[in-house]
Nanobody, 130 residues
Framework: QVQLVESGGGLVQAGESLRLSCTAS????????LGWFHQAPGKEREFVAA?????????DYSNSVKGRFTISRDNAKNTVYLQMNSLKPEDTAVYYCAADTTCEYCSGTYYSTGSHLDAWGQGTLVTVSS
């Protein structure tokens, strides 16, 4: 079983940057694709970005963050990152990382649907002030 823990959230001003981390324990994270999602107050959880297993050669982003956010992974540290630049007030949300631990060495291209994801972190809050 994989346990995921997010960190790096905080309060920033519009235009600034943050880097979120998602660290795994229990199993080797390199086997799994990893996704980031966010949930704003009063809204449903939405897909943000995903990265394929192993080298992370395949990435996917929502249109709202494309060009501003970058997902990457460091398998030696069992960690996936979300670098968030040019933050906007509408990026304010709790950010979660998630994985489908039933699929090893997968691309994660289906993560944008939010389906088949059975491992979730507890979330980290990002607040962007205007």
């Amino acid at each position: 079983q994989v346990q995921l823990v997010e960190s790096g959230g905080g309060l920033v001003q519009a235009g600034e940057s943050l880097r979120l981390s998602c660290t795994a324990s229990g199993r080797t994270l390199s086997r799994f694709a990893l996704g980031w999602f966010h949930q704003a107050p009063g809204k449903e959880r939405e897909f943000v970005a995903a990265i394929s297993s192993s080298s992370g050669s395949i990435t996917d982003y929502s249109n709202s963050v494309k060009g501003r956010f970058t997902i990457s992974r460091d398998n030696a540290k069992n960690t996936v990152y979300l670098q968030m630049n040019s933050l906007k007030p509408e990026d304010t949300a709790v950010y979660y990382c998630a994985a489908d631990t039933t699929c090893e060495y997968c691309s994660g291209t289906y993560y944008s649907t939010g389906s088949h994801l059975d491992a979730w972190g507890q979330g980290t809050l990002v607040t962007v002030s205007s």
